[in-house]
């Protein structure tokens, strides 16, 4: 090819990937197990293969060599050569053109054929069939960066975790339908880095936002043949790369620009990530990058059939974090999203995966042991999704520590506690302070706990007051999908409703779930368009709904019913963040006294007195009293009382502080009125709504 040589140079083995110098790229890619590998490279518009160099040198199990001349935008991947055998793991093919696992930018899309598989499909034993067809004209290529960018004075807003709030939002679904945003930029990074946008968060006291998959991933086969799409993104092909419909142009550099003005406004990014599987799913599945490369390296196979994937993500394929080089992989991934997007986080899906050896989960397991050393790693914000479908992978609080959780037992717990449900106002009440029970030991504080009412997976909060039954017949799996039990209600209609009664039911439940999110110990998440009751008409499973289903609706933001919510959440979040004790660093017990008589922590009924042990076990109990008490930096004490009514009734709680000035911060029932004083000595609760209190004392001297 004109201005390239005959053959590469021999390069370097690391760094793995594409590394352009300004003179020429090095290319250097792992694979243990193949015979020879070939880099392939294409015309501008990713169609026709222009030329082929075999990678000259095999170095610590890395193939590389080093290209002059080779130019930034270059598009290019690899093909590997090496045994063809099943029933040994090995499923080299040649005729796959493969990505690049370090590609920093992907170009094209993958056009879907039977091409795109190792093996013939349809053919008896299919897996173990050999397809020869090529794979390249539909085959997304690797793109050669230039990662350099100005950050300037970019600072990480470092919020400390107890200060934490955090919102979690998909990219695309976050501003498709936000029409102050320009409408070329909309569903991108331009869009989420827009100063409207922006401000949102801001009004609402947000400090973090949490991204579903931003890495490139594959569309699914059988979904686009029923004309849905992933929308969700839990589908990685590559770990280096963002998902290019995420970019409203063709530079990385449109995600370092939302990063900085986002840290600009005191705001951190949080990246929920998939390294648990990659797209090429089972054995069964297409060869587009790990599999070809080296199948036996990049998975986990059954030990005595490893012409078999283990499968205990659900999604038909394991990596396998057990060999050094794809944790390696994994790492560098993690590092290179923090050095060259500044990124401040990480929620790792199905993080149990992350954390299996050969005999099964373990907090000391190599992962975990190797993020937690790492000098850039160990420094930002971890979250671990603590399950998957593998033997033993409910592993919720068992996460080492530095790492926080997301804790569906707060958000199936609250949901209970709220329609009305008996034998809860145990189980609530250990959940409002912090999950002790699962989360204290080994050093761990309450901000372990990830607090949620909702999330990306499952109902959204106005359709957990609105809906009984799911409802995801436009999934196209007859409603089979998704959980069946989400410990909702729908208070008298299935769905929409002109009802009244039924309507203030519903709100005034509603605002007792995010009174609870917000003022429970631990860290309070709000998923995105909660704050002005979004809807996905009761699907609780919108993986592949790429349409207003998912999509947050600004229209409804702006109503007023919508401007109300989303104010009351903002007043919510400032309680919290004036008031310490709400987000205290350490868990409460009842044992210290900030002042006399007063403990950190106190249960009562609504005689004001200490709930007894016989009380808590009895089902039928469902109202009670929660004071909390801790010393200001004034050095005062400050006194904070949540006042709980989930019944249908009406009740009168006696304030278990008496003698003291007592305001009242906010009704949830009432959530326009203004703070107020207290002059008697009991207040009212209405029917399912929450009462906050405040009062402040005198320390006695040290």
């Known amino acids: 090819m004109a201005g390239y040589p005959d053959r590469l140079e021999p390069g370097s083995p690391y760094p793995l990937g594409a590394t352009w110098d300004g003179l020429g790229t090095n290319f250097a890619v792992f694979s243990a197990h193949a015979q020879r590998i070939d880099l392939c490279l294409f015309d501008p518009q990713g169609k026709r293969q222009i030329a082929t160099y075999a990678l000259p040198e095999f170095t610590d199990e890395v193939w590389h060599g080093y290209l002059p001349n080779a130019q930034l935008g270059l598009l290019y991947g690899y093909r590997a050569h090496g045994p063809y055998e099943p029933q040994r793991g090995y499923r080299f093919n040649p005729h796959k053109l493969l990505l690049d696992p370090y590609a920093r930018r992907i170009a094209g899309e993958l056009k879907w054929s039977d091409a795109l598989f190792g093996h013939r499909v349809n053919s008896p034993r299919a897996d173990l069939s050999f397809d020869r067809r090529d794979s390249g004209p539909g085959m997304v290529k690797g793109v050669v960066t230039d990662e350099s960018f ?66 490139a991933f594959v569309q699914d086969r059988n979904l686009l043949e029923k004309g849905l799409r992933n929308y969700w993104g839990y589908n990685t092909l590559g ?129 975990f042991d190797a993020l937690r050393q790492d000098p850039i790693l160990s420094r930002v914000k971890l979250i671990s999704e603590p399950w998957d479908i593998g033997p ?17 037992r707060f958000r199936d717990g609250i949901r209970r506690f709220w329609r009305g449900d008996t034998g809860q106002r145990a189980e609530f009440a250990a959940r409002l302070a912090g999950s002790s029970d699962l989360f204290d030991r080994h050093a761990r504080r309450p901000w372990a706990s990830v607090n949620y009412a909702a999330s990306h997976d499952g109902y959204t909060l106005a359709d957990a007051v609105s809906y009984e039954q799911k409802h995801n017949e436009a999934n196209g799996e007859e409603n089979r999908d998704g959980h069946n039990e989400n410990y909702s209600a729908n208070w008298g209609a299935e769905g929409p409703t002109d009802d009244p009664k039924i309507g203030a039911t519903r709100a005034r439940v509603q605002q007792g779930l995010l009174a609870t999110v917000f003022f429970s110990h631990g860290t309070p998440m709000l998923l995105a368009g909660d704050e002005f009751s979004r809807t996905q008409r009761g699907n609780n499973n919108a993986y592949c709904q790429d349409n207003d289903i998912s999509w947050l609706d600004w229209a409804q933001a702006q109503s007023p019913e919508g401007v109300a919510l989303a104010a009351y959440v903002a007043r919510l979040i400032r309680i919290r963040h004036a008031n310490p004790v709400l987000r205290c660093r350490h868990f409460l017990h009842g044992k210290e006294e900030p002042a006399p008589g007063i403990l950190d922590i106190a249960w009562f009924d609504t005689h004001g007195e200490i709930i007894s042990p016989d009380s808590w076990n009895d089902p039928q109990k469902r109202l009670f009293a929660v004071r909390r008490a801790a010393k200001n930096d004034d050095g005062r004490v400050a006194i904070l009382t949540l006042f709980l009514n989930p019944s249908e009734n009406d009740r009168v709680f006696r304030l278990p502080t008496q003698n003291v000035p007592t305001r009242l911060l906010i009704d949830s029932a009432a959530p326009d009125e203004e703070e107020s004083d207290i002059a008697a000595e009991e207040i009212t609760v209405v029917a399912r709504s929450a009462v906050l209190t405040k009062s402040v004392i005198e320390a006695p001297p040290p």
């Not at 968060?201 to 949490?210: C, D, F, M, S």
């Not at 033993?392 to 569906?408: K, M, V």
């Open 392 to 408: 033993g992978g409910y592993q919720l609080g068992q996460h080492p520590p530095g790492f926080a959780e997301w804790n569906d």
């Open 239 to 367: 770990f280096f790369a963002i998902e290019p419909r995420y970019l409203s142009g063709q530079s990385n550099h449109e995600m370092r620009v939302a990063v900085r003005r986002l840290h600009a406004a005191g705001i951190e990014v949080i990246l929920d990530v998939v390294y648990n599987h990659t797209a090429e799913g089972s054995e069964m599945g297409p060869t587009l990058s790990f599999r070809g490369l080296d199948n036996s390296s990049y998975y986990r196979l059954v030990p005595d059939n490893p012409r078999h994937c283990i499968n205990e993500t659900g999604t038909g394929n394991t990596l396998n974090l057990t060999n050094s080089r794809v944790l390696q992989m994994v790492m560098d991934s993690l590092r290179y999203w923090v050095t060259h997007y500044h990124v401040d986080g990480f929620r790792f899906d199905l993080g149990v995966t992350l954390g299996r050896e050969t005999y099964g989960f373990d907090p000391s397991g190599g992962f």
């Open 150 to 215: 100005n950050w300037a004075d970019d600072r990480p807003p470092n919020v400390p975790w107890s200060d934490t709030v955090i919102y979690e939002a998909h990219v695309r679904g976050l501003t498709m339908l936000c029409e102050d945003v320009r409408a070329n930029e909309r569903g991108t990074f331009a869009a989420l880095a827009d100063p409207k946008v922006i401000d949102h968060l801001r009004r609402l006291g947000i400090t973090a936002v949490e991204l579903l998959p931003i890495h």
